[in-house]
Protein backbone atom coordinates (compact mmCIF):
# COMPACT_ATOMS: atom_id res chain seq x y z
CA UNK A 1 0.00 0.00 0.00
CA UNK A 2 1.19 3.03 -0.71
CA UNK A 3 1.23 6.09 0.83
CA UNK A 4 0.66 9.58 -0.96
CA UNK A 5 1.42 12.47 1.06
CA UNK A 6 0.00 14.91 -0.80
CA UNK A 7 -3.44 13.03 -1.23
CA UNK A 8 -5.65 14.83 1.47
CA UNK A 9 -9.14 13.05 2.69
CA UNK A 10 -12.10 14.29 4.18
CA UNK A 11 -14.04 12.35 6.17
CA UNK A 12 -17.31 12.52 8.46
CA UNK A 13 -20.73 11.34 8.99
CA UNK A 14 -23.47 13.91 7.40
CA UNK A 15 -23.64 17.33 8.23
CA UNK A 16 -20.12 17.02 8.70
CA UNK A 17 -19.35 20.34 7.18
CA UNK A 18 -16.91 18.82 4.73
CA UNK A 19 -17.69 20.99 1.75
CA UNK A 20 -16.65 24.09 3.88
CA UNK A 21 -13.48 22.20 4.95
CA UNK A 22 -12.42 21.43 1.67
CA UNK A 23 -13.03 25.09 0.17
CA UNK A 24 -10.73 26.38 2.63
CA UNK A 25 -7.91 23.68 2.10
CA UNK A 26 -8.13 24.18 -1.43
CA UNK A 27 -7.82 28.03 -0.83
CA UNK A 28 -4.99 27.89 1.62
CA UNK A 29 -3.08 25.45 -0.86
CA UNK A 30 -3.59 27.70 -3.74
CA UNK A 31 -2.71 30.82 -1.82
CA UNK A 32 0.82 28.85 -1.10
CA UNK A 33 1.15 28.74 -4.83
CA UNK A 34 0.29 24.95 -5.37
CA UNK A 35 -1.92 23.30 -8.05
CA UNK A 36 -5.02 21.65 -6.15
CA UNK A 37 -7.43 19.07 -7.58
CA UNK A 38 -10.73 19.12 -5.66
CA UNK A 39 -12.51 15.79 -5.65
CA UNK A 40 -15.14 13.28 -4.20
CA UNK A 41 -16.45 10.24 -4.02
CA UNK A 42 -18.54 8.50 -4.87
CA UNK A 43 -17.95 10.35 -8.16
CA UNK A 44 -14.66 12.02 -10.05
CA UNK A 45 -14.80 11.30 -13.09
CA UNK A 46 -17.88 10.69 -15.57
CA UNK A 47 -18.17 7.12 -15.13
CA UNK A 48 -17.90 7.58 -11.41
CA UNK A 49 -20.42 10.04 -11.06
CA UNK A 50 -22.56 7.47 -13.04
CA UNK A 51 -22.04 5.07 -10.24
CA UNK A 52 -22.76 7.53 -7.58
CA UNK A 53 -26.40 8.23 -9.56
CA UNK A 54 -26.70 4.34 -8.88
CA UNK A 55 -26.27 4.55 -5.66
CA UNK A 56 -27.38 7.55 -3.96
CA UNK A 57 -30.74 7.93 -5.79
CA UNK A 58 -33.50 6.94 -4.08
CA UNK A 59 -35.22 3.40 -5.65
CA UNK A 60 -38.75 4.47 -7.21
CA UNK A 61 -41.20 3.30 -9.72
CA UNK A 62 -40.73 6.44 -11.67
CA UNK A 63 -36.90 5.97 -11.83
CA UNK A 64 -36.55 2.55 -11.96
CA UNK A 65 -33.76 1.58 -9.90
CA UNK A 66 -33.71 -0.91 -6.95
CA UNK A 67 -31.90 -1.38 -3.97
CA UNK A 68 -28.45 -2.40 -3.81
CA UNK A 69 -27.37 -5.43 -1.91
CA UNK A 70 -24.68 -4.61 0.61
CA UNK A 71 -22.31 -6.49 -1.32
CA UNK A 72 -23.46 -5.05 -4.76
CA UNK A 73 -23.27 -1.05 -2.80
CA UNK A 74 -19.66 -2.42 -1.62
CA UNK A 75 -18.66 -3.53 -5.12
CA UNK A 76 -19.84 -0.44 -6.93
CA UNK A 77 -18.00 1.91 -4.76
CA UNK A 78 -14.74 -0.08 -5.25
CA UNK A 79 -15.51 0.22 -8.88
CA UNK A 80 -16.01 3.86 -8.79
CA UNK A 81 -12.77 4.57 -6.56
CA UNK A 82 -10.60 2.35 -9.11
CA UNK A 83 -11.63 4.34 -11.88
CA UNK A 84 -11.28 7.25 -9.83
CA UNK A 85 -7.40 7.19 -8.98
CA UNK A 86 -6.86 6.18 -12.12
CA UNK A 87 -8.27 8.49 -14.11
CA UNK A 88 -7.98 11.65 -11.44
CA UNK A 89 -6.09 11.26 -8.21
CA UNK A 90 -2.88 9.04 -9.88
CA UNK A 91 -2.77 12.23 -12.83
CA UNK A 92 -2.85 15.02 -10.87
CA UNK A 93 -0.07 12.99 -8.18
CA UNK A 94 2.16 12.17 -10.65
CA UNK A 95 2.13 16.14 -12.04
CA UNK A 96 2.57 17.20 -8.34
CA UNK A 97 -0.56 18.75 -7.47
CA UNK A 98 -2.36 18.15 -4.17
CA UNK A 99 -6.05 16.33 -4.48
CA UNK A 100 -8.16 16.93 -2.06
CA UNK A 101 -11.45 13.99 -1.94
CA UNK A 102 -14.48 14.70 -0.08
CA UNK A 103 -14.43 11.07 1.07
CA UNK A 104 -12.33 7.82 0.40
CA UNK A 105 -11.51 4.35 1.11
CA UNK A 106 -12.15 4.75 5.55
CA UNK A 107 -15.68 5.76 4.15
CA UNK A 108 -16.34 2.36 2.99
CA UNK A 109 -14.70 0.81 6.19
CA UNK A 110 -17.25 3.00 7.84
CA UNK A 111 -20.81 2.74 6.06
CA UNK A 112 -20.08 -0.54 3.74
CA UNK A 113 -18.30 -1.91 6.82
CA UNK A 114 -19.40 -1.26 10.21
CA UNK A 115 -22.63 0.05 9.26
CA UNK A 116 -23.66 -2.45 6.51
CA UNK A 117 -22.02 -5.69 8.47
CA UNK A 118 -19.07 -5.90 5.50
CA UNK A 119 -16.26 -8.07 6.27
CA UNK A 120 -13.20 -5.18 6.99
CA UNK A 121 -10.93 -7.98 5.85
CA UNK A 122 -12.46 -8.16 2.50
CA UNK A 123 -12.78 -4.48 2.19
CA UNK A 124 -9.12 -4.48 3.37
CA UNK A 125 -8.26 -6.62 0.19
CA UNK A 126 -10.21 -4.47 -2.19
CA UNK A 127 -8.38 -1.49 -0.59
CA UNK A 128 -4.79 -3.50 -1.50
CA UNK A 129 -5.45 -5.03 -4.94
CA UNK A 130 -8.29 -2.50 -6.35
CA UNK A 131 -7.01 1.07 -4.54
CA UNK A 132 -3.32 0.40 -3.64
CA UNK A 133 -2.55 4.16 -2.30
CA UNK A 134 -3.76 6.19 0.77
CA UNK A 135 -3.84 9.41 1.87
CA UNK A 136 -0.81 11.30 3.28
CA UNK A 137 -3.23 12.81 5.88
CA UNK A 138 -6.97 12.42 6.68
CA UNK A 139 -9.22 15.20 8.15
CA UNK A 140 -12.15 13.40 10.59
CA UNK A 141 -14.80 16.10 10.91
CA UNK A 142 -16.72 14.20 14.18
CA UNK A 143 -20.12 15.45 14.93
CA UNK A 144 -22.95 13.34 16.91
CA UNK A 145 -25.55 11.79 15.16
CA UNK A 146 -28.57 14.19 15.76
CA UNK A 147 -26.32 17.16 15.06
CA UNK A 148 -25.35 15.89 11.92
CA UNK A 149 -28.47 14.82 10.35
CA UNK A 150 -29.95 18.01 11.55
CA UNK A 151 -27.68 19.67 9.58
CA UNK A 152 -27.81 17.59 6.56
CA UNK A 153 -31.88 17.33 6.14
CA UNK A 154 -32.58 20.78 7.18
CA UNK A 155 -30.54 21.16 3.81
CA UNK A 156 -33.27 19.05 1.93
CA UNK A 157 -32.56 16.78 -1.25
CA UNK A 158 -32.09 14.08 1.06
CA UNK A 159 -30.34 10.77 -0.50
CA UNK A 160 -30.79 6.81 -0.32
CA UNK A 161 -28.11 6.75 2.29
CA UNK A 162 -28.91 9.96 4.00
CA UNK A 163 -32.50 8.46 4.61
CA UNK A 164 -31.09 6.00 6.65
CA UNK A 165 -31.79 5.67 10.24
CA UNK A 166 -30.12 7.15 12.98
CA UNK A 167 -28.62 3.80 14.64
CA UNK A 168 -26.78 2.82 10.90
CA UNK A 169 -24.93 6.41 11.43
CA UNK A 170 -24.00 6.12 14.88
CA UNK A 171 -22.19 2.99 13.61
CA UNK A 172 -20.29 4.96 10.92
CA UNK A 173 -19.40 7.60 13.26
CA UNK A 174 -17.86 4.66 16.01
CA UNK A 175 -15.75 2.99 12.84
CA UNK A 176 -14.58 6.57 12.03
CA UNK A 177 -13.91 7.12 15.59
CA UNK A 178 -12.04 3.90 16.03
CA UNK A 179 -10.40 4.23 12.53
CA UNK A 180 -8.95 7.47 13.99
CA UNK A 181 -7.78 5.63 16.98
CA UNK A 182 -6.15 2.88 15.18
CA UNK A 183 -4.14 5.74 12.81
CA UNK A 184 -3.77 8.83 14.77
CA UNK A 185 -0.59 10.00 13.09
CA UNK A 186 -2.90 9.45 9.19
CA UNK A 187 -6.67 10.09 10.59
CA UNK A 188 -6.59 13.72 12.81
CA UNK A 189 -9.97 14.43 14.60
CA UNK A 190 -11.40 17.94 14.45
CA UNK A 191 -14.62 18.58 16.19
CA UNK A 192 -17.09 19.80 13.85
CA UNK A 193 -19.52 20.62 16.70
CA UNK A 194 -18.01 24.30 16.55
CA UNK A 195 -18.56 27.23 14.22
CA UNK A 196 -17.59 26.51 10.75
CA UNK A 197 -14.76 28.83 10.78
CA UNK A 198 -13.35 27.50 13.53
CA UNK A 199 -13.79 24.02 11.96
CA UNK A 200 -12.06 25.73 8.76
CA UNK A 201 -8.94 26.77 10.56
CA UNK A 202 -8.17 24.27 12.15
CA UNK A 203 -7.92 22.17 8.98
CA UNK A 204 -6.31 24.84 7.49
CA UNK A 205 -3.45 24.73 10.10
CA UNK A 206 -3.12 20.78 10.11
CA UNK A 207 -2.60 20.31 6.55
CA UNK A 208 -0.31 23.51 6.82
CA UNK A 209 2.13 21.30 9.98
CA UNK A 210 1.47 17.97 7.24
CA UNK A 211 2.13 19.87 4.12
CA UNK A 212 6.13 21.39 6.18
CA UNK A 213 6.80 17.20 6.42
CA UNK A 214 5.29 16.48 2.71
CA UNK A 215 7.77 17.65 0.62
Given amino acids: MQVRPRLVTLEGGEGAGKSTVLVALRDALEAAGEEVVCTREPGGTPLAERIR ?6 PSAANGH ?3 APGTELLLM ?19 AWV ?10 AYQGAARGGDPRF ?22 V ?5 RARGR ?13 FQRVREAYLERARAEPDRI ?3 DARQPADAVAAEAVALLHAHRGGAR
Avoid: C, K, M, Y
Fill in 53 to 58: ALLLDT
Fill in 66 to 68: EVP
Fill in 78 to 96: FAARAQHVHRTIEPALARG
Fill in 100 to 109: ISDRFTDASF
Fill in 123 to 144: IAELERNVVGIRPGLTLLLDVP
Fill in 146 to 150: DIGLA
Fill in 156 to 168: GGVDRIESEADDF
Fill in 188 to 190: RVI
